[in-house]
């Protein structure tokens, strides 16, 4: 089992930034790649970003060049940094990892919101 938890979420205005944060605990050796995903109220949940071990990310392209996604192994914590929030960039964003069994594990979302 892998435990995952959000944090960093909050209200922002257009332009600003945010750190959003993911720690992990449990079993997580097994885990090959997190990311993070959002989902915005009436749509689908998409993803955001991914890193694979071996540190190889990739983005959507709607936030490429305005956010990073890395983790820190020693604090079993994955970070998002996301500069340049638009308003569309509102959303509940989700942590996720997927375990070398290929279950998933999600967190609980934190919410993200940028006024204009």
């Known amino acids: 089992q892998v435990q995952l938890v959000e944090s960093g979420g909050g209200l922002v205005q257009a332009g600003g930034s945010l750190r959003l944060s993911c720690a992990a605990s449990g079993s997580i050796g097994n885990i090959w790649k997190m990311g993070w995903y959002r989902q915005a109220p009436g749509k689908q949940r998409d993803l955001v970003a991914i890193i694979i071990r071996g540190d190889s990310t990739n983005y959507a392209d709607s936030v490429k060049g305005r956010f990073t996604i890395s983790r820190d192994n020693a604090k079993n914590t994955m970070y998002l940094q996301m500069n340049s929030l638009k308003p569309e960039d509102t959303a509940v964003y989700y942590c996720?990892?997927?375990?070398?069994?290929?279950?998933?594990?999600w967190g609980q979302g934190t919410q993200v919101t940028v006024s204009s």
């Open positions: 996720n990892a997927i375990a070398s069994t290929g279950r998933s594990y």
